[in-house]
């Protein structure tokens, strides 16, 4: 079993940045991708971005170039920075890992981009 607790969700202006932590325990040493995923109301959850534990990064087409992830590997945190935030990312966010074959959620962290 993996836990995951997501933090650092809120209001921000249009424009503005926010920084996403995720803090992971359980069988962590199982764990190969981390990533986030967003989910809008009324609209399917998607893909934000993802991290190996080797390193390597997959966006999704909407975030490329303004949001970044990192992985502490001897932490067992995954973080989203996102820069030049638009309405359009208000979601709710969730941390994800894979570990096994197996996809785990955390509960989720509401960010609002909002004048």
């Known amino acids: 079993q993996v836990h995951l607790v997501e933090s650092g969700g809120g209001l921000v202006q249009p424009g503005g940045s926010l920084r996403l932590s995720c803090a992971t325990s359980?069988?962590?040493?199982?764990?190969?991708?981390m990533g986030w995923y967003r989910q809008a109301p009324g609209k399917q959850r998607e893909l934000v971005a993802t991290?190996?534990?080797?390193?390597?990064?997959n966006y999704g087409t909407s975030v490329k170039g303004r949001f970044t992830i990192s992985r502490d590997n001897t932490r067992n945190t995954v973080s989203l920075q996102m820069n030049s935030l638009k309405p359009e990312d208000t979601a709710v966010y969730y941390c994800?890992?894979?570990?096994?074959?197996?996809?785990?959620w955390g509960q989720g962290t509401q960010v609002t981009v909002s004048s």
């Open positions: 994800n890992a894979i570990a096994l074959s197996e996809y785990y």
């Open positions: 359980g069988s962590i040493f199982s764990i190969n991708v």
């Open positions: 991290i190996t534990s080797g390193g390597s990064r």
